[in-house]
Every structure is written in structure tokens, then in C-alpha cells.
């Protein structure tokens, strides 16, 4: 009987809890953190690709 409490007590909270992360942007917060490291990796590899082209060491 205590474990049925206990998700009816635990559970509600949990699914509340996940529920306003979804809606809280969270997702779309991680997701634009990809993408400027994305960026920056792109920029990385751009700035090393000129730097062996050029010549200069």
C-alpha cells in the first residue's frame, strides 16, 4: 500500500517537473548551444584551413 502512495505522490510531481521543462524552452536553449558550437568549430576549421593555405607558419 505505501509503494501505491508513494507514486501517487511521486509521480504527479515528476511529470509536472518534465512537463515544465518541455515547456520552459529548455530544449530550444540546448539546441541553439549546438548550434553557435557548431559555429565556432566551422569558423575553427576555416581559420585553420586559411592559416596552412597561406603559407604562414
Known amino acids: 500500500m505505501s509503494e501505491n502512495l ?8 515528476y511529470e509536472q517537473t518534465v512537463g515544465s ?5 529548455v530544449r530550444d536553449i540546448l539546441r ?6 557548431d559555429e565556432i568549430t566551422e569558423q575553427r576549421s576555416i581559420g585553420v584551413t ?3 593555405h597561406s603559407g604562414v607558419s
Not at 521543462?21 to 524552452?25: A, N, T, V, Y
Open 21 to 25: 521543462i518541455r515547456h520552459s524552452g
Open 6 to 13: 508513494a507514486d501517487q505522490v511521486i509521480r504527479p510531481s
Open 50 to 52: 586559411a592559416h596552412v
Open 32 to 37: 541553439h548551444a549546438q548550434q553557435v558550437e
